[in-house]
């Protein structure tokens, strides 16, 4: 079985630079999904999916099935798990969806992940995509809500500061026994 490890933090704290760097590395890397989700959505024509009732249904449905899939090696982190999902659905005030707390509650019993969260702080700055339109403020905000969320699951918080990327992932290669 793999050791699989959760990588998150707020919009614009630099994860998926982390990741890819991971991933050259030869890191497995399961995807985050609310960005695809969006991708998806912007691509049918819904500029702003996070307004949509289902969206996090969609993105929790999206996460099942990619943490679903057998890890090929020893090691894999997933880029976001279904507690940042809940923390998301929070911090939009959207209805948190009954299937949603069932799932987080039988990821928690399952052991599948690390109980420590390597958790990117963020950078001081955010740079605006067509998925990520939050500002500094807002993202400050957001990563209290992705915090509280895990910490009330149990899991334990590494936080990976805000350094040059190199020692980031110096740091998180360390943390995971790569």
Known sequence: MAREF????????????????????????????????????????????????????DIAALQLLRAARPAAGALRVADRSLICTLALAEYLEHPVPDQLIESITAMVASTQYERRVLFVELLGFITRTEARRISLEDSIRFQRFHSEAYERFGFELVRVPPLPVDERVAMVLSLIGH
Do not use: C, H
């Open 6 to 57: 959760i990588l998150t933090g707020a919009p614009g704290a630099g994860k998926t630079v982390i990741l890819r760097a991971l991933e050259a590395r030869g890191v497995e890397v399961t995807e985050e999904a609310a960005t695809d989700v969006i991708a998806l959505d912007q691509g049918r024509g819904i500029a702003e999916s996070w307004r949509r009732p289902q969206f996090i249904s």
